[in-house]
């Protein structure tokens, strides 16, 4: 079983709008830190956003600040990822990733290394 399982992926037009869904199961979702990279073809996995097990702390990468939203809903242990104003440098393949450390505040010095458990990624391409 596969602990977390991305979605909502596909083609979109420059200035478009996707959302990403993640679905967790098998984990402690409300007590994990949850967070979505992106890597393109030929470049290093990057962080986009993350956010606290209780939703109070995000972080955003520059790139992204402003036109990406990250929430979650506990209830339904899935986090999401609201992307607007897509640009074609948000063309990658998207992952989820959760950390299971409850109150985790997502620092800006975090790094892939600090999550447990990964999804197989969604691709999102942005036509321009």
């Known amino acids: 079983q596969v602990p977390v399982v991305e979605s909502g992926g596909g083609l979109v037009q420059a200035g478009g709008s996707l959302r990403l869904s993640c679905t967790a199961s098998g984990l402690p979702f409300a007590a994990s830190a949850m967070a979505w990279f992106r890597q393109a073809p030929g470049k290093e996995r990057a962080t986009v956003s993350c956010?606290?097990?209780?939703?109070?702390?995000?972080y955003y990468a520059d790139s992204v600040n402003g036109r990406f939203t990250i929430s979650r809903d506990n209830a339904k242990n899935t986090l999401y990822l609201q992307m607007d104003t897509l640009k074609p440098e948000d063309t990658a393949m998207y992952y989820c990733a959760a950390r299971p450390v409850e109150l985790w505040p997502c620092p800006q010095t975090m790094n892939s290394a600090a999550f447990s458990y990964w999804g197989q990624g969604t691709q999102v391409t942005v036509s321009s």
């Open positions: 956010i606290s097990s209780s939703g109070s702390t995000t």
